[in-house]
């Protein structure tokens, strides 16, 4: 297994970090439900780069646009009739009262009408956020740069390990997600038993709480404190290896799904191989009569079943990996008494 510094220089070493990871706890399963019926990409195992909008905790789309845009234009328009209305009423224009009072409950029931259709439409829409949700939205937590620690710029920039290691983790799940294997029926089961997205966010809280802690305990260096201070320290970086091998645990990961990859595509091509020698038999059939044609094909012809065999044992081991990947949490409750020590 590599270490993750070395990977971290060949995944990501020459590339800004540039992500945003939303810790999926910091908001409800209604806010996530309707940003993927928006289609916002706002998460670690997304296949690209996070996409940021000024309306997450808004209602900005067609059927809340139709709704609310007509309903406030009805209104405009009934208000613009009762109010020459009801001047003309205390003048004592009694005509052209009628007249506005009645332009103005037409477009008041026309109004009613369209907020009656178009209404359910919009409370019923899965992109809708209700009140309680949008309050969520606000205290969702995301996971940075800067809250790592980095700081852009030549002069005054400066980075962090931890942020170095959390940049590796988003590149290694946004990797893992393109693979074929991910998407492929044959792991359907597999990939929904582990959870990626929470996986990488529980690695950058963490990792967010040692940047921190290590900020504290620097910000405590004296002369009578200088010991402690390297003993607490000393303790932090046991926390951050436990981190980093989790991070290369997942790499391990990807590299079993590039595996699968490759065998995917081999039976991939062993079963087109079978339909072409059918077809082409069944052109000789109907073509020439040539007795050696179906023995020949088949001796030429990739056999499926060893592609099988080897895919069934990659996906034994990417099951006992996951294993691995999935006793995260385990692994996180040392690294959470470590620094509950230190605190202590």
């Not at 998460?43 to 309306?55: E, N, Q, W």
């Not at 950058?204 to 802690?213: M, P």
């Not at 405590?220 to 290369?248: C, H, P, Q, W």
């Not at 997942?250 to 191989?273: C, F, K």
Request: charged letters at 25%.
């Amino acid at each position: 297994m590599s270490s993750w510094k070395s990977l971290w220089k060949s995944e990501c070493g020459k590339a800004a970090p540039i992500y945003r990871v939303l810790v999926p706890e910091s908001v409800s399963d209604d806010v996530r439900h309707a940003w993927d019926a928006r289609g916002y990409r706002y998460t670690a195992g997304a296949p690209s780069a996070i996409m940021l909008t000024g309306g997450m905790n808004r209602n900005l789309f067609r059927s809340s646009v139709v709704f609310k845009g007509g309903t406030a234009a009805g209104t405009a328009v009934t208000a613009g009739f009762a109010a020459p209305g009801g001047l003309a009423l205390v003048s004592g224009f009694a005509d052209a009262a009628v007249t506005f009072g009645g332009l103005g409950a037409a477009t008041a029931l026309g109004t009613g009408i369209f907020a009656a259709v178009t209404g359910p439409k919009y409370l019923r829409d899965p992109k809708r956020l209700s009140r309680k949700a949008r309050r969520k939205v606000t205290g969702a937590r995301w996971i940075t740069p800067s809250s790592l620690g980095y700081v852009g710029g030549r002069k005054e920039g400066r980075d962090t390990d931890e942020q170095r290691l959390f940049h590796l983790a988003v590149m290694i799940a946004r990797k893992i997600v393109r693979t074929r294997a991910w998407t492929h029926p044959i792991l359907k089961d597999h990939v929904s038993r582990v959870d990626l997205d929470h996986a990488v966010a529980s690695i950058g809280v963490r990792l967010e709480e040692l940047v921190a802690l290590r900020e504290e305990i620097e910000g405590i260096r004296d002369a009578g404190t200088a010991k402690s201070v390297e003993t607490y320290l000393s303790k932090l970086a046991v926390a951050f290896t436990s981190m980093a091998r989790r991070v290369e645990s997942m790499h391990e990961y990807y590299e079993r799904l590039l595996a699968l990859d490759e065998q995917l595509l081999l039976l991939h091509n062993s079963e087109r191989s079978r339909e072409l020698g059918d077809r082409v038999l069944d052109v000789l059939s109907r073509t020439a009569a040539d007795d050696s044609a179906d023995w020949q094909f088949r001796e030429l012809r990739i056999d499926a079943e060893s592609q099988s065999s080897i895919i069934s044992g990659i996906v034994a081991e990417l099951d006992e990996t996951a294993d691995d990947f999935d006793d995260f949490d385990s692994r996180l409750a040392a690294a959470q008494k470590s620094v509950d020590e230190l605190e202590a």
